[in-house]
């Protein structure tokens, strides 16, 4: 660790109201954790002459004789077994051995058997006069014409992968050791494979390069860059420029996105112009993978591209920090601690290491802005599309609408069917957004209204089609859907609600020709899976491509010539201060997707409620009225960013335990904090894996002094509480500015 990332992490677990424990655990691969393995030595009461071992045992005492000491492994090669634990309990429970903590080394394990020339084969002539020395074994022979052939094109030969392909066992190997020929050495690996660097094509546009002189004038005044620029705008373009210029000084850069940008276009984007120079960090990578990265960061050679965990790694030289998407709810982390905020972690970050920071979106946080505002960071924007390109056309279709035959269907306006008709005849895709995924989210009893709940939360079972399987979106629980309801025996259950796979089937029916593919949390489980759908939709092999807000980030497709929002009401209706702001993203995000390069695009949204003023801003687009009017409410209620928030949630097993803690935390809590204190009250999901909630709200000024105090009496208390006879069981959450 560096002294930095140590007062880092330090600064977090004060923020956000942890220990440093869990910050550590959060920061540091596994691997560079104490990694353990058992190793066992003889014990105390071993003597030459032990009765009663039987063979099994009496090998591993022979072999402990010989070698002093043997990992697990080594008695599973020894024994030709799997399970040798009885083996080693049994002689344990005897003290004839002994077990002893041995601590690998994680950087070792980056290393990898190799093998190269050795001393009597320094030149090419002691190379053919090799050939002698090996004539009288035909295996021998036959490993020194490999690795001749195999060596011209590989910069080093792997042990294991010579006697793979010549079928010569290690023994040969080391014969030939003997001889001189060869000789073994551990050659550090990467696992991560880097390309070379080329130029981005074609010069910036004046709009580019407008914005990007006014960053670097921001950045020599010192102070954090805002680039708002609309979809299409170029920002990427911008940011690599950026990155360019500090990496070519010698420094490095931490570029931030949301997870799922990740497996995107924008990956390869920065390695073709970056090279090797820029190395990506995000939760598909081994353990091996995190250990590389981190000492390629630790020496100041390597840049990173990752999601917020990547804000951990050990920077030596940083001098940028990038959070592209900024205003992405994903940055934030709600389980398990820290709970922290990504993009507030960066520019703490940035401003620690002396960096320059840099946000961008197309739709920026009110949290920014207010920011920008405020003269804290300095806003920079770009209102038109690289090349011209029109920005989407964007309608809204009333739900209710019918057809001409005065038909109605619940998720296909006859616009969006039309529409979506037109834009697969001229050959162009269409992205379709429901953010919900499953088939139905409620499977219900249409005579008594009971519905199928999860046993271990408080939500109703989502009904998954494909697997016919009802599923708990907050803790996985799953099952079979009941065949009558228990509670008046009705067979005939029904469904509810509308998820992604629902839409899919649905779909197959109205356009049975079009090539329909489904993105969301089921269908990219796989290690590959994302990145294989968003193959196949770039080079054409589907027309639609419905999913959840998987599909509102970081895609850039070139034929998208529709998309559509089956449902604005359900994101506007969700019962949450931010949310308006978020619909107001994911719909705008969305939108962007269409329409690239040459074509203008257009959007469909379906709602109810078609003239709710948000939705008004999305049509025309207008960013600041909204961000105005969002501001104005936020305001008046002293919502954040202009008071701040802290959530406390109680949790445990019994009802009456939780409540009666949550009574008792508040009572202390409103004690010192009079009514900035609100509830406790139990949440509308009131029980959640098991466990039941009690929520508080604490809300107060942004003055910097205010959180300290507020915090340090969160803490005493929740100390206090955990002191208190039956109520030590409680478990305490708290979330510092929560989303
Ligand atoms: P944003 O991130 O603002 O949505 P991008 O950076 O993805 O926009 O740019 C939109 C499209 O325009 C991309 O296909 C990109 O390759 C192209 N583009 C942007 N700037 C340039 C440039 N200076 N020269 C050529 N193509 C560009
Ligand atoms: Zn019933
Ligand atoms: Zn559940």
């Not at 992405?328 to 398990?336: L, N």
């Not at 409103?670 to 959640?688: I, K, M, Q, T």
Request: net charge neutral; with cysteine.
């Amino acid at each position: 660790l560096t002294r930095q990332q140590l007062e880092l992490w330090d600064w977090m677990a004060d923020y956000y109201c942890c220990t440093l424990g869990e910050v550590m655990t959060a920061g540091l691969p596994s691997h560079l954790k104490m990694a353990s393995e058992t190793i066992i030595t003889l014990g105390p009461l071993f003597s030459d002459d032990i009765p009663d071992l039987n063979e099994d045992e009496y090998l591993v005492v022979e072999a402990l004789t010989l070698q002093s000491e043997l990992s697990l492994k080594d008695i599973r090669d020894i024994l030709q077994r799997k399970t040798v634990y009885p083996v080693i309990r049994s002689l344990l429970d005897r003290h004839i051995i002994l077990p002893k903590e041995n601590f690998v080394d994680p950087y070792k394990a980056l290393e990898v058997k190799c093998v190269r020339f050795g001393p009597a084969c320094r030149t090419e002539a002691e190379r053919i006069a090799a050939f002698d020395l090996v004539a009288r074994s035909e295996k021998q022979t036959a490993v020194l014409l490999e690795y001749m052939q195999y060596s011209r094109t590989q910069p080093y030969v792997r042990r294991a992968d010579l006697s793979k392909r010549t079928g010569a066992s290690d023994a040969v190997l080391k014969a030939m050791v003997k001889k001189e020929i060869f000789e073994f050495y551990d050659r550090e690996i990467s696992r991560i494979g880097g390309e070379e660097a080329v130029a981005e094509p074609g010069p910036l546009s004046p709009q580019q390069v407008e914005a990007l002189g006014a960053v670097r004038g921001f950045h020599a005044e010192g102070k954090a860059a805002l680039l708002h620029g609309v979809t299409g705008s170029g920002k990427t373009r911008v940011y690599l420029e950026l990155m360019q210029e500090v990496i070519n000084a010698g420094r490095q850069v931490l570029y931030l996105l949301p997870e799922i940008a990740l497996t995107g276009q924008i990956i390869k984007r920065l390695q073709r112009v970056l090279g090797d120079r820029i190395m990506v960090y995000h939760s598909r990578l081994n353990n091996m993978e995190r250990v590389e990265i981190w000492k390629a960061v630790l020496s100041g050679k390597t840049s990173v591209v990752g999601p917020r965990s990547a804000l951990f790694l050990p920077f030596t030289q940083l001098g940028l920090v990038v959070v592209d998407e900024e205003h992405d709810p994903s940055f934030k982390q709600h389980d398990p601690n820290p709970r922290y905020n990504g993009r507030d972690v960066a520019l703490y970050l940035a401003r620690q290491h002396g960096a320059r920071a840099l946000l961008g979106s197309a739709t920026p946080s009110l949290e920014s802005w207010e920011n920008a505002r405020s003269g804290k960071y300095r806003l920079v924007t770009m209102t038109e599309r690289f090349g011209g390109t029109a920005l989407p056309e964007i309608v809204v279709a009333d739900s209710r609408e019918t057809d001409e035959k005065g038909s109605h269907h619940p998720f296909f306006t006859p616009t969006l069917l039309t529409a979506m008709r037109q834009t697969i005849e001229r050959g162009e895709q269409v992205i379709l957004f429901q953010n919900r995924r499953g088939f139905a989210p409620v499977y219900f009893c249409p005579t008594c209204e009971w519905t199928v709940e999860c046993l271990n939360c408080d939500v109703s079972l989502t009904y998954h089609k494909f697997q016919h399987r009802l599923r708990c979106h907050c803790c996985g629980y799953a099952t079979p859907p009941p065949e009558h309801c228990p509670a008046c025996g009705e067979v005939q259950l029904k469904l509810s609600g509308t998820g992604t796979e629902k839409i899919e089937d649905e779909l197959k029916i109205f356009l049975p020709e079009a090539r329909i593919a489904r993105m969301d949390l089921d269908t990219t489980r796989g290690k590959h899976a994302l990145g294989k759908l968003i193959d196949q939709f770039e080079v054409g092999e589907l027309d639609i491509l419905v999913g959840t807000q998987m599909v509102t980030k970081g895609l850039d497709f070139e034929r998208v010539g529709l998309v559509g929002v089956i449902s604005a009401d359900q994101l506007l209706r969700f019962p949450d201060f931010r949310a308006d702001e978020r619909a107001f993203q994911l719909m705008l995000q969305v939108a962007g997707r269409a329409g690239r390069r040459d074509r203008q695009g257009r959007v469909v949204i379906q709602a109810h409620e078609g003239s709710h003023p948000v939705l008004t801003d999305v049509l025309a687009a207008d960013y600041d009225n909204f961000i105005q009017r969002e501001a104005r409410n936020r305001q008046q209620h002293r919502f954040p960013p202009y008071g701040r928030m802290i959530r406390i949630q109680l949790r445990h097993p019994r009802r009456a335990t939780a409540e009666e803690g949550a009574k008792l935390l508040g009572k202390w809590l409103a004690h010192a904090l009079g009514d900035r204190l609100e509830g406790p009250f139990e949440p509308s999901v009131a029980r959640l894996r098991t466990y039941y909630l009690q929520d508080m709200v604490i809300r107060y000024s942004a003055a910097p002094a205010e959180g300290q105090r507020v915090k340090e009496i969160i803490r005493r208390a929740s100390a206090q509480l955990a002191t208190q006879k039956g109520l030590s069981g409680v478990r305490i959450v708290v979330d510092v500015d929560p989303y």
